[in-house]
């Protein structure tokens, strides 16, 4: 399965925009963009085009998307009813490796995509690992029984307390080590730094 595997405080620093937890304490130490052009400091980007292009690199990293994968959603949030950037963000935030972050079961999207791919969960049952698999209303997502066993989740709470459950449209029983998907998302519970707008006209060129 094809990733990104580019180093995620480089591209945070790129993106003036911490993709990743630990990203936050390099953006302080070293704001200036990767490379030796970057010594001089931050490019201010002047063009439309170039704030476009910023802003969909940017939601792109933050959700762990390559450029087709990011490119298709766009496609399928045009075609469907509602505001083509909310509804791009809705099917972003639907991912079920989004979820598991969301639900506080990893300290990151990276290490949620990871724990989805090594097959540590169960969705309705049935064993997923497909990171990208979009959640909906009803679905219930569990750790399986054999993965219960290992240290990670043993020590969940201590590993993942970092994790952002506040969504709404989900419910989490840690003790049951389960997320019950219920409802979708609104736009105010996806990242709140983003300008879909941008990423719309990026596309619409």
Known sequence: MARDIQSITKMSRREGYA???KSLKHLVKRSTIPGQHGRSGRRVTTSQYARQLREKQKVKRLYGLLERQFSNLMKEANRKKGQSGTVLLQLLEQRADNVVYRAGFATSRRAARQLVTHGHFLLNERRVDIPSIRLKSG???S?????RQSEYFKKLDEIASTGDNSASWISVNRKKLE???TGEPSREEAEPDINEQLIVEYYSR
Not at 143 to 147: C, D, F, H, N
């Open 143 to 147: 750790v399986r029984p054999k993965s």
């Open 19 to 21: 993709l990743h937890p």
């Open 139 to 141: 679905d219930v997502v």
């Open 179 to 181: 997320i019950k998907v």
